[in-house]
């Protein structure tokens, strides 16, 4: 660009300067929170964000406070560039914060400053209606391959889901007598839905999983008694395991904003050698109407010597 009010010409801009042409007046952002939808439960931190709309020009700064209105530090956060849409730009911000904290309600303040405005944002977690079903247990036994370690041991989960309280300890027995060493429990976790989960893990030798000694998860608290016996023929027929897992994988924020989509993969695991594939069918369902979404199923992917796993997307 040059300067013809004057008798001499000078640039304005250097070399590499972006210029956008547009119809568009300018306009100040509008801000959106973004709210994880994974539970990553066993994690520490937990990734929120916020999105702004419909600013023209494209100079947009993000800085995030907690509710004490001080700032969570430069290195918490993070800009992604800025997105040209229909005559104005869209970005997005992400932070990293405490699981504790945002599981006990604790607000956090997105703030989007722009030559047009500043715009605030509240982003918190959301309590939603109270649907807690009865409690559950689960039991996830050992796969036999796990027990190739020099040690010759393994690890039994037990799972308790939808509890009304946290308040809940958990017990286990090996042939009726209790088991005092060798066991690891969680603290309650929130499950975003008003209740409560709480897993508990005991160490078992090989000798004992192969010689099909009974054990049993017991848990007991205020209004609540659930108990499950188990050994290996409760997992295992023709010598394979056969308690096949089920994980999905929520997308990554920096993958929907990069793509503009949500890619939500179902991992299917444990799954034996000899199991037939193509009499496997792996489904996504839309909640809000029970509509059947486009699914995408990988070749069977080798899960040590014995087992596979898929991923349906």
């Given at each position: 660009?040059r300067?013809?009010?004057?008798?001499?010409?000078?640039?304005?801009?250097?070399?590499?300067t972006?210029?956008?042409?547009?119809?568009?007046?300018?306009?100040?952002?509008?801000?959106?929170?973004?709210?994880?939808?994974?539970?990553?439960?066993?994690?520490?931190?937990i990734?929120?964000?916020?999105?702004?709309?419909?600013f023209?020009?494209?100079?947009?700064?993000?800085?995030?406070?907690?509710?004490?209105n001080?700032?969570?530090?430069?290195?918490?956060?993070?800009?992604?560039?800025?997105?040209?849409?229909?005559?104005?730009?869209?970005?997005?911000?992400?932070?990293?914060v405490?699981?504790t904290?945002?599981?006990?309600?604790?607000?956090?303040?997105?703030?989007?400053?722009h030559?047009q405005?500043?715009?605030?944002?509240?982003?918190?977690?959301?309590?939603g209606?109270?649907?807690?079903?009865?409690?559950?247990?689960l039991?996830?036994?050992?796969?036999?391959?796990a027990?190739?370690?020099?040690?010759?041991n393994?690890?039994?989960t037990?799972?308790?889901?939808?509890?009304c309280?946290g308040?809940?300890?958990?017990?286990?027995?090996?042939?009726?007598?209790?088991?005092?060493?060798?066991?690891?429990?969680?603290?309650?976790?929130?499950n975003?839905?008003g209740g409560?989960?709480?897993?508990?893990?005991?160490v078992?030798?090989?000798?004992?999983?192969?010689?099909?000694?009974?054990?049993?998860?017991?848990?007991?608290?205020?209004?609540?008694?659930?108990?499950?016996t188990?050994?290996l023929?409760?997992?295992?027929?023709?010598g394979?395991?056969?308690?096949?897992?089920?994980?999905?994988?929520?997308?990554?924020?920096?993958d929907?904003f990069?793509?503009k989509?949500?890619?939500?993969?179902?991992?299917?695991s444990?799954?034996?050698?000899?199991?037939?594939?193509?009499?496997?069918?792996?489904?996504?369902?839309?909640?809000?109407?029970?509509?059947?979404?486009?699914?995408?199923?990988?070749?069977?992917?080798?899960?040590?010597?014995?087992?596979?796993?898929?991923n349906?997307?």
């Open positions: 660009a300067d013809r009010g004057t008798l001499n010409w000078f640039d304005y801009w250097g070399k590499g972006q210029v956008t042409v547009t119809t568009e007046s300018p306009k100040a952002p509008s801000l959106f929170p973004l709210i994880p939808s994974g539970d990553n439960s066993e994690t520490i931190d990734t929120i964000g916020c999105l702004a709309k419909n023209l020009p494209n100079s947009i700064d993000f800085s995030w406070d907690n509710q004490q001080q700032s969570i530090g430069n290195q918490n956060y993070m800009k992604f560039p800025s997105i040209l849409l229909g005559g104005t730009y869209t970005a997005v911000s992400q932070a990293k405490l699981r904290t945002w599981d006990q309600f604790g607000l956090f303040y997105c703030k989007a400053t030559p405005g500043t715009k605030i944002v509240p982003v918190i977690r959301q309590s209606e109270s649907s807690i079903s009865e409690p559950t247990m039991i996830r036994a050992p796969i036999l391959n027990f190739s370690s020099i040690y010759l393994s690890t039994v037990c799972e308790v889901s939808d509890l309280s308040n809940v300890v958990i017990h286990w027995l090996k042939e009726k007598r209790e088991i005092t060493t060798g066991i690891t429990t969680s603290k309650p976790i929130p975003g839905h409560y989960t709480i897993w508990s893990k005991v078992i030798t090989k000798e004992d999983w192969f010689s099909e000694k009974k054990f049993t998860c017991e848990a007991k608290g205020k209004n609540i008694a659930l108990s499950e188990f050994s023929p409760s997992f295992c027929k023709g394979n395991c056969l308690d096949v897992t089920v994980e999905t994988i929520p997308p990554a924020f920096a929907m990069t793509t989509s949500a890619n939500l993969t179902c991992k299917i444990n799954i034996p050698l000899e199991a037939d594939y193509s009499k496997l069918n792996v489904t996504w369902t839309r909640a809000s109407d029970q509509k059947e979404l486009p699914t995408v199923m990988t070749n069977s992917l080798a899960q040590g010597t014995d087992f596979y796993y898929v349906a997307v």
